[in-house]
């Protein structure tokens, strides 16, 4: 079952096949947070999108090499570093910090490299010596360096691949020294920004004189650097397709002459109650704003999960208590199954009463057909009641319960939602913590829980029930309810 993805490239869902000629290794390059802020729920949805492509080319078996650099030096950054009396690293290093936990947070894995620009100044240099050794990138009078839309033009290259530009009206000769810019605006843009006062202590030497890389090239000299001169996906969200994107293609073309990249990835953007997200409108979230409302991380990757990556998604706190149910509902359906499985780990390959081959299949159908998510969601929710069906006959084995607990583990390989804090006990008689590993359904209870959760056992064994009722108190106001159940005592994070 081929793998489809829709190309900005050619503007078409294609079969994705890469560039290793053994047809095993993927190279996938996505840009990067700025880091001059926390990242919020927007630019969360393009990297959960990125987490899905990559979890994607894995269950499908690709060996998939993940870049996201992290943008450590450009315009708005150099701003706040002034307005912030701080310096350069120290000011990107506490985001750069902060965006990483809520990329755990949310469930995503980890990429293999995340390049920093302000590392990669010397492959920056050399990248614009290359462009202006070709003729196609020359220093102004104000002594930075610019690409020449020209003369990249004039080598037969096609500036404007990705949106249909029209480069009639282009206003020839204007030049745009800042990083973000209008389509109206197409111009020469800046590969290096000769210092100027504004810029403090932020600057290198180059051959072109003290100053900074332009925003465009640094993605450009960093991917290459990583993945090779020509690699297999490029990702970001919709709004970087220009001039962001353009930029890269037309510097690194430019450079080497060789096609860039094979599949570009875009990701549509995401509206918080109808609106764009803003600070004055009061719908502006970060990850860490919603989780202070008591929203857990697997809560809002499910949410973002939901909605096609080429649709624009409507977030709302609705939606995102919508999602705490839905996700109740899978979890109470996996607590169920991993009662009856207990310790064994061996599925039941000559009946799988649920189908599971079935499920699985229609799920990286779905999910190869441009990543469609609702249909996969659809299957996943087929499974669960189909599942529950069998759990309120009482009629599932041992053998059947392990093997739907596979098939639910390689869904949840792409879907990334890990596993609710929930853990069973072997025995209501359960003191000392040795059976919590041996245990599949344990997931990780923080030790002074454990504790809490032993001391009362052995409360409950000396039959000294109001301790043991302080401690359910306890752990209740440490977030994590106590119950006790036929099969041992079972602790839920609330
Ligand atoms: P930035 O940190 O501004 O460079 O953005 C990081 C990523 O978030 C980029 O890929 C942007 O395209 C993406 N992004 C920014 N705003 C939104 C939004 N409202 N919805 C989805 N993605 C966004
Ligand atoms: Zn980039």
Redesign the pocket.
């Known amino acids: 079952m081929a793998l489809k993805l829709f190309n900005t490239l050619t503007r078409s869902v294609q079969e994705f096949t890469p560039l290793d000629p053994a047809g095993k290794k993927a190279g996938m390059y996505?840009?990067?947070?700025?880091?001059?802020d926390f990242?919020?729920?927007?630019?969360?949805?393009?990297?959960v999108?990125a987490d899905l492509v990559r979890r994607t080319l894995e269950f499908s078996g690709y060996e998939v090499r993940h870049v996201m650099n992290i943008?450590d030096v450009e315009d708005?950054i150099i701003r706040r570093v002034r307005e912030n009396k701080s310096t350069l690293r120290e000011f990107t290093g506490k985001y750069e910090a902060a965006f990483l936990d809520d990329l755990k947070t949310l469930g995503c894995r980890e990429p293999h490299q995340k390049p920093r620009a302000t590392e990669y100044i010397a492959e920056i240099i050399a990248l614009i010596e290359k462009l202006v050794a070709r003729g196609i990138a020359y220093q102004a009078n104000d002594g930075s360096v610019y690409f020449s839309i020209t003369k990249y033009q004039g080598c037969g290259c096609h500036y404007g691949q990705l949106l249909k530009l029209n480069l009639d009206e282009m206003r020839t000769g204007e030049r745009v020294a800042s990083d973000e810019y209008e389509k109206e605006s197409v111009a020469d843009f800046a590969l290096w920004k000769a210092r100027v006062p504004d810029d403090g202590d932020v600057f290198w030497p180059s051959p072109f004189g003290d100053g900074r890389p332009g925003w465009h090239i640094e993605c450009s000299a960093m991917s290459i650097k990583a993945l090779g001169e020509s690699f297999d996906l490029h990702?970001?969200?919709?709004?970087?397709k220009f001039p962001h994107h353009e930029d890269e293609i037309a510097q690194s073309e430019g450079a080497t002459g060789k096609p860039f990249v094979k599949f570009w990835l875009?990701?549509?953007?995401?509206?918080?109650e109808g609106k764009?997200?803003s600070k004055s409108l009061g719908n502006f979230f970060t990850l860490r704003d919603l989780l202070a409302k008591g929203f857990t991380g697997r809560e809002v990757r499910y949410l973002l999960l939901t909605a096609h990556y080429r649709e624009t998604?409507n977030f709302t706190l609705d939606g995102l208590s919508g999602a705490k149910s839905a996700l109740a509902r899978i979890d109470e359906c996996l607590g169920k199954l991993r009662e009856i499985a207990g310790e064994n780990s061996t599925p039941n390959n000559e009946s799988l009463p649920l189908n599971d081959n079935s499920h699985l299949k229609l799920f990286a159908y779905a999910l190869h057909d441009d990543l469609n998510i609702s249909a996969a969601w659809g299957v996943v929710f087929d499974w669960v009641r189909e599942t529950n069906k069998r759990l309120a006959e009482n009629s599932l084995s041992v053998g059947e319960a392990v093997s739907a607990l596979a098939a639910w583990e390689k869904m949840n390989s792409v879907l990334g939602l890990g596993n609710a804090n929930i853990i069973i006990f072997a025995s209501a008689n359960f003191v000392g913590g040795s059976n919590l590993t041996a245990n599949p359904t344990v997931v990780s209870v923080p030790e002074e829980i454990r504790l809490l959760a032993d001391e009362r056992a052995a409360v409950k064994k000396a039959k000294d029930f109001q301790r043991a009722d302080a401690i359910r108190e306890e752990l209740k106001a440490k977030g994590w309810v106590i119950e006790d159940t036929p099969k041992g005592v079972k602790l839920k994070k609330i």
């Open positions: 996505c840009c990067g947070p700025t880091v001059y990242a919020h729920i927007g630019n969360w949805r393009t990297f999108f943008t708005k990702l970001g969200g919709e709004d970087l875009h990701g549509a953007h995401l509206l918080v764009k997200m998604f």
